[in-house]
């Protein structure tokens, strides 16, 4: 009898504690949200969101299967709370008409928050229609919304997430400390303009894994002030490859250290590996850059440096980048360029690249007798290994 006493006893404490620590969980229906692709449900998710914010321990927003209709939206901290968790099984979509969103910068936004995970989940932004304004040379079209922007924000997770059609880029990361990308997929026409697929500016410690990205503009974009960068197993193309840059916009611009790439393929993009900068005056500058293990396929521009960036010859003819790039290490990298240059690197005049390391390196001109070459220009550093083509550093 005193035994039965202790087990339920047992039992009721172990229920009991259980309940305490349980993370809350809000699913968005119960605040209203319609899954019929059509409903505005942005309310109930903003209240589920004021609700997960205010708590005091763990807890998750759970969106169910189903089309969920979003206007912009602005998941704003700092919160009660530093472990949310917003799973979804859904799909969120924006408006159909993209002049709703078009000129708002963001589609949905995380501004100062902390230790938040996205799991899951497809955005659907429906970027068609804007992409056929833009090419129809139309002057009214506006700029486009990002459709997931992550801002000024520390330990952010984002896990499985699908990101269809961007009006604009698919995702942004500016201002973070600490973010961790995985098993992202993003996916958008090779022709959809300015739609790339992960851009990342003024932060530090973000980490890209085992993604697949094809889209219309560069698959990651590393602006300025990104430090501490981590990119492996990412599958990028159709789309203008991994880009460091465009930098040196500005004349006072911050640099861009400590960048790893490992582990990723290109198959038909425009560039595979690229820097960029402005042919302007500029304080910026990268330095410690690793490209390791890259397979290239028919790609445009395998390997690039291109300091001479200068659109339309508009506010920078005959001007030199001040970027000083330095420290960039090509490690195993093989496959076919579908041009005859695979391997450029064109420096800044005043100030050259520095320390360009390359260790086998095999570039073959794809379905071509001729042997693919290189070209330098204001590049110095070494080349050890198999190096085809023959090195001109
Ligand atoms: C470079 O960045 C990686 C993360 O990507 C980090 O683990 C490492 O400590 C950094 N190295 C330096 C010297 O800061
Ligand atoms: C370079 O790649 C080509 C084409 O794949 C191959 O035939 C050749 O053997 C490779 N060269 C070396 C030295 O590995």
């Given amino acids: 009898m005193a035994n039965h006493l202790l087990l339920v006893l047992a039992v009721i404490i172990v229920i009991f504690f259980k309940e305490a620590t349980a993370a809350a969980s809000y699913n968005v229906k119960k605040f209203g949200a319609k899954p019929d692709g059509r409903t505005d449900s942005s309310k109930p998710f903003m209240s589920a969101w004021s609700a997960v914010c205010g708590s005091t321990k763990p807890a998750t927003i759970y969106v169910p299967k189903g089309r969920y209709m979003l206007g912009g939206l602005r998941f704003r901290g700092p919160c009660k709370n530093r472990a949310i968790t917003i799973r979804i099984d859904g799909t969120l979509v924006a408006p159909s008409n993209y002049r709703v969103l078009g000129s708002a910068n963001y589609w949905l936004l995380f501004n100062r928050v902390e230790g938040v995970t996205i799991q899951g989940g497809t955005l659907d932004a429906q970027g068609a229609g804007l992409w ?53 997929n993003v996916v958008a026409p090779w022709n959809s303009p300015n739609t790339d697929g992960i851009h990342i500016q003024y932060s530090t410690g973000v980490t890209i894994l085992s993604s697949k990205l094809t889209t219309g503009d560069d698959c990651v974009s590393i602006g300025p002030g990104s430090t501490n960068l981590w990119i492996e197993g990412v599958a990028c193309g159709p789309g203008h490859g991994i880009s460091i840059g465009s930098l040196g916009k500005d004349l006072k611009e911050a640099g861009v250290q400590n960048v790893t790439v490992k582990r990723v393929t290109f198959k038909g993009t425009q560039n595979g590996l690229r820097i960029k900068s402005w042919a302007r005056p500029s304080s910026g500058f990268v330095n410690g850059v690793l490209f390791q293990n890259a397979i290239m396929t028919n790609v445009q521009n395998p390997i690039v440096i291109d300091q001479n960036y200068c659109p339309g010859r508009i506010n920078c003819p005959r001007q030199h980048s001040g970027v000083k790039i330095s420290n960039v290490k090509y490690v195993d990298v093989h496959g076919t360029s579908a041009t005859k240059v695979a391997v450029k690197f064109d420096c800044s005049k005043k100030n050259p690249c520095r320390g360009i390391t390359m ?35």
């Fill in 132 to 184: 056929a304004c833009k090419s129809s040379n139309s002057k009214n079209c506006p700029q486009g919304a990002t459709s997931l922007a992550i801002y000024n924000s520390n330990k952010v997770v984002v896990n499985g997430l699908t990101s269809l059609n961007s009006q604009m880029f698919h995702m942004v990361v500016n201002g973070c400390n600490n973010v961790r990308m995985v098993g992202v």
């Fill in 359 to 393: 260790r086998d390196v095999n570039l073959s001109f794809k379905n071509q007798k001729t042997a693919a070459s290189s070209y330098c220009m204001n590049a110095g550093g070494t080349a050890s290994g198999v190096v085809n083509p023959t090195s001109c550093l």
